[in-house]
């Protein structure tokens, strides 16, 4: 079928200034156009539902090197678990680290159609293409890890910007990636011999390079290639007391290279980065400060890593906050160095209600998204499976749409924390509205995807419609229905095709993987020369094994970009 | 004549990614870069003694030849009538296959077994204990001042590991001189063929003198440069250029281990001696160990096949988590077979567990001891088996292989095994990395891409393509959703 007509349901359409009103949209081959004949379309009757675009969420460890070694060190994780095949879909395993397929049905099911996973090890970009091939329904994209490699160090050190951006223009087609990650930057070449750095302007050891040079260096480096997305951001410091004057540090060490206001960084799963205190004992929550710079200024997004009370599985390319975790936490650990790029770190998690630590972590996350003024500046996440599983994102909506949720919470929670949270003292509750933009419109207005996140005409026909009634309800006082009704769409549409219906998964097409291609050729030429040359000395495989070829992706879509660079 | 170079060598774990080949009238007939078993395995993988083109078919007891269309058709109808099939092997072929070897898996409700159930099973249950600290070869080859064989012996099991990726070569902040040592070497037996062949060439058969130069080690090696230890039962190869070799008593690995543990942690030990080696020799090794600057443990079968399996590797990944409270230290198995990495790999992603999964319940279950191939075969639980790229008849106990036998046995594999010898349907296949393309994943779990460097047989599809048509005539069978 190719025409389909959602008619009468209440549209949430942020970036085209909809909110609520009732209205049909209508769509043809894949996408939202202005009209069809209404007698070939098949009707979708929404009256009293609503009707958003597809979820996006721009940072989601769903695929990959490290995600994989995470299922594979907890098969306790997937006991409990489990998906049955169907005549349609694959059998899998959740929970925090479900199976590929897996991942793709559950997120379909809530009615999301794009993710990103954040953190892709350039040497096994491979790997996560094979992965994204078999995770289906929703579209996909990959951040390759950037910060660490040598050859950006090197270029940086000796302020070659413009053959630094060659690099990762390269790098990009290399890797089949989307966007630039940064993690702990330099802390991971550190890592190499069991070190970390210490802050932004800590020297790299060997490198003679800080932290605040790599990302400045790197924020030049996307805006001369004009990449869709800015540089994404794990900062130093990850998870330790005291790191949110690290974290103010690192966004405003970006200000002065700010064009028009545009956003020039994004700092992920902010949260685990807005700690304040001396130790753990004094632990405390640094979100206002946080909040407060980010309310001032326009050139940062973030997102939130909002803590599940739930058993979970970290993991991050932070090699050393990984080992410091396995340390306080006792569990099994997963190191896993990356020869001249990154690390990686995975260990089993539960964060407790009684825990002040924890406790004390939903409320900075929380504090985050309701502090923070403007929707657009801040993303649902929960840095999956960081701070807890993605199929928590309705609960987090209810947290955000209903205080009494809220309260309820904070009524379980440890008791030190209860008094330090600062969330009590907030009244704020989220509207529809502005959950459509921190779940779908603002994190693909941030990602630059021009046809996703929003119901105009010539959009991706990606729609997710709920089956609540905001004319009829009170969201606010029924946050348990609001869960509910976003933890199975009635309906997510992927391109036109019904995918899911009532909660249940009835057609899984394959999505897209997205790349970018920055067209530097001249550039590029000149830089994998000079490649060629080094790329034996740094790494084991070689050069011509390394890039993941386009026919590589199950269904590649290259976004194409001019750079600023000849 | 064409060559094709960076080609991935299909054939240890390895994965040496630089061989180039020259191709002459679709005949491999020159390598370049591989080591002797790579060398033999592009130059001989087509002969016809090892190899049948055409697909078998058991009739009244022979083996005779069939359509490809007929084996198919037969495979896949043993497999959707059988209540309990087993589909084995997985680890020399590309994770494109293994993909469709799943869904075929899960669409019969079989179980799903890959090689690692015999060989690495016990590493990868002890990962799932205790977890583990790895990283990249480049990583060792950039960092390690210290690497440690236990169990096994690179030298003939992954010839050019140490030249590629460990003690022979120089990093970023680990130079070697080990590298001049053997340019040397090289350049003297290049000197002795070029004599060689003068020799053969001169008409007159002149004796040359031979100076027969045994190496030895420059002394400043042992001093500062990286250093190797080798645990093992006997002293092999690999043993005899290592700066320390423990000769480990048979089945005492996990007493040592938990020995230099204890020393790790400044425990003293009131023995003379563990596990047949000396407790001083003992407490300097840890000096070394713990004065290092990265270490890597590369661990064998040896290790894991001697008495106390789990629980040595528990130890041994104990011993280098221990170790990283003190200074950065690494542990890798070593992996046989080019792709079992990406069979565990392939497995992991799409059940969530790397071997042994059971798909009879509809959803992926994992009990290794249960559900892994031999303990299935020793029971009499499954009624057929579909084996590819694997010979379990010569590997697999009595029991187990008589149970395989007596039921529908069907083989997908590009050579002629014992396996393939007993079985009721043969499909052969191209070999995949030199007949067929596809990724394979190194030791090191990078992955890598396989050529296809010449044209299979017209009757050789690649493993993937003859899986894809099984799975599309089971469905058929089925009456379910068509491929
Ligand atoms: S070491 Fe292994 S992969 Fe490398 S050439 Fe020899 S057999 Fe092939
Ligand atoms: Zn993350």
Same mark, same amino acid.
Request: with cysteine; charged share 25%; proline share 6%.
């Given at each position: ?160 910007? $413009? ?124 979100? $206002? ?49 990356? $020869? ?146 976003? %933890? ?15 909660? %249940? ?18 550039? $590029? ?42 | ?92 072929? +590309? ?21 690692? /159930? ?47 990726? /460990? ?138 096949? +001697? ?177």
């Amino acid at each position: 079928m190719t025409s389909l007509l959602i008619k009468n349901g209440f549209v949430f359409d942020p970036l085209n200034g909809v909110k609520g009103e009732k209205m049909d949209i209508a769509i043809e081959n894949g996408k939202i156009v202005e009209k069809i004949n209404e007698r070939e379309a098949k009707i979708i009757d929404a009256s009293g539902m609503i009707v958003m675009p597809g979820g996006v969420d721009i940072h989601s460890h769903i695929a990959g090197a490290k995600v994989n070694s995470g299922r594979l060190l907890r098969p306790e994780d997937h006991f409990k678990d489990v998906e049955p095949k169907t005549p349609i879909t694959r059998s899998g395993v959740g929970y925090s680290i479900p199976s590929t397929f897996t991942t793709g049905y559950r997120y379909a099911r809530m009615g999301y159609t794009t993710v990103m996973d954040p953190a892709m090890p350039p040497l096994k970009a491979r790997h996560t293409h094979e992965e994204f091939n078999d995770t289906p329904i929703i579209d996909k994209a990959a951040y390759p890890l950037l910060g660490d490699c040598w050859f950006v160090l090197e270029y940086l050190k000796k302020n070659r910007i $413009e053959e630094c951006a060659a690099y990762v223009a390269w790098m990009l087609k290399a890797t089949k990636g989307y966007a630039i990650k940064i993690v702990n930057p330099g802390g991971l070449e550190a890592w190499g011999f069991g070190r970390n750095v210490r802050n932004i302007d800590d020297p790299v050891p060997n490198f003679g390079i800080t932290p605040r040079e790599i990302i400045r260096g790197l924020c030049k480096v996307n805006k001369l290639l004009n990449l869709p997305h800015t540089i994404h951001v794990h900062t130093n410091n990850l998870g330790k007391p005291g790191n949110y004057i690290n974290t103010l540090e690192t966004m405003r060490c970006v200000e002065d290279l700010v064009e028009n206001g545009k956003p020039a960084i994004h700092i992920t799963h902010c949260q685990f980065s807005a700690f304040a205190g001396d130790d753990w004992r004094t632990f405390d929550s640094g979100a $206002e400060a946080i909040a407060k710079y980010v309310n001032a200024h326009s050139h940062v997004t973030l997102d939130m890593g909002q803590i599940i009370f739930t058993e979970t599985t970290t993991m991050t390319a932070d090699g050393p906050f990984q080992f410091i975790l396995y340390e306080l936490s006792g569990n099994k650990w997963v190191n896993s160095d990356v $020869e001249t790029e990154t690390s990686a770190g995975i260990v089993p998690f539960q964060y407790k209600r009684k825990s002040f630590v924890h406790a004390m972590q939903w409320s900075i996350a929380m504090e985050l998204a309701l502090l923070i003024q403007d929707p657009w500046k801040i993303f649902l996440t929960t840095d999956h499976p960081n701070a807890g599983p993605f199929t928590h994102y309705p609960r987090v909506i209810s947290w955000l749409i209903s205080r009494k949720a809220r309260e309820k919470i904070l009524e379980r929670i440890n008791r030190k924390a209860q008094r330090k949270s600062l969330v009590p003292t907030i009244d704020r509750e989220y509207s529809l509205y502005e959950i459509a933009v921190i779940t779908r419109a603002g994190q693909s207005k941030a990602l630059g995807l021009k046809n996703k996140g929003h119901l105009g005409v010539g959009a991706d026909a990606d729609i997710a419609i709920y089956n609540l009634n905001p004319e009829t309800l009170d969201l606010a006082q029924k946050p348990k229905t609001v869960r509910k009704a976003f %933890e199975r769409a009635a309906y997510t549409i992927k391109d036109g095709n019904i995918t899911v219906k009532n909660g %249940e998964v009835v057609s899984t097409p394959s999505g897209r993987t997205f790349w970018v291609n920055v067209e530097a050729p001249q550039a $590029e030429i000149e830089i994998s020369k000079k490649l060629q040359q080094k790329f034996g000395e740094y790494y084991t495989v070689k050069y011509e094994n390394y890039p993941v070829p386009e026919h590589y992706l199950a269904i590649p879509a290259s976004i194409n970009v001019k750079a600023e660079v000849q | 004549m064409r060559v094709v170079s960076n080609v991935t060598c299909p054939v240890c774990g390895s994965l040496c990614d630089d061989i180039e080949l020259i191709v002459e009238n679709n005949h491999v007939t020159k390598v370049r870069n591989a080591c002797a078993v790579g060398e033999a395995k592009f130059l001989a993988f087509a002969d016809p003694k090892h190899r049948r083109v055409k697909p078998l078919i058991r009739k009244n007891g022979e083996l005779v030849e069939a359509s490809l269309d007929e084996a198919i058709r037969r495979t896949a109808k043993i497999l959707a009538e059988a209540s309990y099939p087993l589909l084995y092997g997985w680890s020399c072929t +590309s994770t494109e296959a293994i993909r469709v070897g799943l869904e075929l898996a899960e669409e019969v409700g079989g179980v799903a077994d890959n090689t690692s /159930t015999v060989c690495h099973g016990p590493s990868i249950l002890s990962i799932q204990n205790v977890g583990f600290s790895s990283c990249t070869l480049g990583q060792i080859r950039h960092r390690a001042d210290l690497v440690i064989y236990w169990g096994c012996n690179p030298w003939s099991a992954h010839p050019r590991h140490l030249e590629r990726y /460990t003690t022979f070569t120089e990093g970023r902040f680990q130079k070697s001189i080990w590298i001049r040592y053997l340019t040397k070497l090289r350049a003297l037996i290049g000197k002795k063929k070029a004599q060689r062949a003068a020799e053969l060439a001169s008409p007159r058969k002149e004796v040359i003198s031979k100076p027969e130069r045994t190496f030895s080690l420059p002394p400043t090696l042992t001093a500062k440069q990286r250093k190797m230890i080798v645990v093992d039962v006997r002293k092999t190869r690999s043993a005899e250029i290592a700066d320390y070799f423990l000769q480990v008593k048979p089945n005492m690995d996990y007493e040592l281990l938990q020995a230099l543990r204890m020393l790790v942690f400044d425990r003293e030990l009131d023995l003379d001696e563990v596990a047949g080696i000396p407790i001083e020799l003992l407490e300097e090794v840890t000096d070394v160990m713990v004065g290092c600057r990265f270490g890597i443990l590369f661990f064998g079968l040896g290790l894991t096949m +001697s008495s106390a399996k789990v629980r040595n590797i528990d130890a041994g990944i104990s011993l280098v988590r221990d170790l990283n409270k003190k200074t950065k230290f690494t542990i890798m198995p070593m992996r046989g077979h080019f792709n079992v990495t990406g069979a565990n790999v392939a497995f992991t992603w799409q059940t969530g567990y790397p071997y042994a999964v059971d798909f009879s319940q509809g959803f992926p279950q994992y009990n290794p001891g249960e559900t892994s191939a031999v303990d299935i075969l020793a029971r009499g639980d499954s009624d057929a088996a579909l084996i590819v790229a694997s010979d379990p008849v010569a590997h697999f106990p009595k029991r187990a292989v008589k149970n395989l036998v007596e039921n529908p046995l069907i083989v997908i594999d590009p050579q002629v095994t014992p396996t393939s010898l007993m079985a009721d349907i043969v499909i052969p296949s191209a070999f995949v990395g030199i007949e067929a393309e596809g990724t394979a994943y190194r030791m090191d779990r990078v992955p890598l891409p396989l050529k296809k460097v010449v044209e299979p047989p017209a009757t050789c599809l690649p493993d993937e393509v003859i899986l894809q048509r099984i799975l599309k005539e089971v469905r058929k069978l089925k009456g379910g959703k068509a491929a």
